[in-house]
Nanobody, 114 residues
Framework: QVQLVESGGGLVQDGGSLRLSCTAS????????MAWYRQAPGKQRDLIAE???????YYEDSVKGRFTISKDNRKNTLYLQMTSLKPEDTAVYYC????????WGQGTQVTVSS
């Protein structure tokens, strides 16, 4: 079973930046659409960005223009560059395929203070 491990979260101020990483125990990025999801306290887990095997991207409206998804197939790593962070971006961030078919990792906490 593929293991997904997210990292890079932390506490930042309003307007700050973070870069999240997601590594997989084997190469699934070259054949799957990969995505970042987030779950805020008391809310459901939502997809916010995805990247196809060919590199096409999609962003949910609330992060469009601020977040950038990318991947390195050779390193089995998915990235999410987050800029102009807002308090409403506070959540646990996860990666998975799109649609999500793999076991969820532990996620990485992002907290944006106002």
């Amino acid at each position: 079973q593929v293991q997904l491990v997210e990292s890079g979260g932390g506490l930042v101020q309003d307007g700050g930046s973070l870069r999240l990483s997601c590594t997989a125990s084997r190469n699934i990025f070259s054949i799957n659409t990969m995505a970042w999801y987030r779950q805020a306290p008391g809310k459901q887990r939502d997809l916010i960005a995805e990247i196809s095997s060919g590199g096409s991207t999609y962003y949910e409206d609330s992060v469009k223009g601020r977040f950038t998804i990318s991947k390195d197939n050779r390193k089995n790593t998915l990235y999410l560059q987050m800029t102009s962070l807002k308090p409403e971006d506070t959540a646990v961030y996860y990666c998975n395929t799109s649609p999500s078919t793999r076991a969820w990792g532990q996620g990485t906490q992002v907290t944006v203070s106002s």
